[in-house]
């Protein structure tokens, strides 16, 4: 994390990580199936159905001082994620 919050990515550097989200993204839509779930996903959280197709367009733009700043404002020490259903619970392991 702080490597890549002090880092000055290069364009080099992301665009094997773009090639890969894209690839994820597009065999998630091999199918039609693929292609409704999203759609219906975005849908339902207010990103609307063209979400998904605005997304890889989205994901090609990034610039690698966009990296740097997200990297900066959002990877600072400590990180801690914790995914729980049971907001009592997730109180609980906050404190």
Do not use: C, N
Not at 57 to 65: D, M
């Amino acid at each position: 994390m702080k490597r890549a919050a002090s880092h000055r990515f290069e364009e080099k550097e992301l665009a094997p990580a773009r090639a890969t989200i894209v690839t994820a993204k597009e065999l998630g839509r091999e199918t039609v199936d693929g292609w409704a779930f999203e759609a219906a996903v975005d849908e339902a959280l207010g990103l609307g159905a063209e979400f998904a197709r605005e997304e890889i367009q989205r994901v090609r733009a990034v610039t690698p001082e966009e990296v740097q700043r997200v990297a900066r404002e959002y990877l600072k020490d400590p990180v801690i994620v914790v995914v729980t259903s049971d907001p009592k619970e997730a109180e609980t392991i906050r404190k």
